[in-house]
């Protein structure tokens, strides 16, 4: 893990002491790691949002067939460490 050093006004110092006590946090630490996990939950969330909106877009579904299954599980082994892909 590594440290960072922020500066922030007395006004969010407050603010974020209480919520400490309010929320339970341990420390500023703790309760700026919760803050920053949820920003990128959001993000990730948009990200899949903007995916799901682009292949909506993209025109109409079609069947997946056979091949298709073959080139998705071909392309999934590639990704696997060799120790992990059984014949």
């Known amino acids: 893990?590594?440290?960072?050093?922020?500066?922030?006004?007395?006004?969010?110092?407050?603010?974020?002491e209480l919520q400490l006590s309010k929320q339970g946090f341990a420390s500023a630490g703790e309760y700026l790691r919760f803050l920053i996990d949820e920003?990128?939950?959001?993000?990730?969330?948009l990200e899949i949002e903007i995916k799901l909106?682009?292949?909506?877009?993209?025109?109409?579904?079609?069947?997946?067939?056979?091949?298709?299954?073959?080139?998705l599980r071909q392309e999934a082994i590639a990704g696997l460490p060799p120790e992990t892909i059984r014949p």
């Open 1 to 16: 893990m590594t440290t960072m050093n922020i500066s922030v006004s007395d006004e969010m110092k407050a603010f974020i």
């Open 39 to 45: 920003a990128q939950r959001r993000q990730a969330k």
């Open 53 to 71: 909106h682009e292949a909506l877009a993209s025109g109409p579904a079609t069947p997946m067939t056979h091949e298709d299954w073959v080139a």
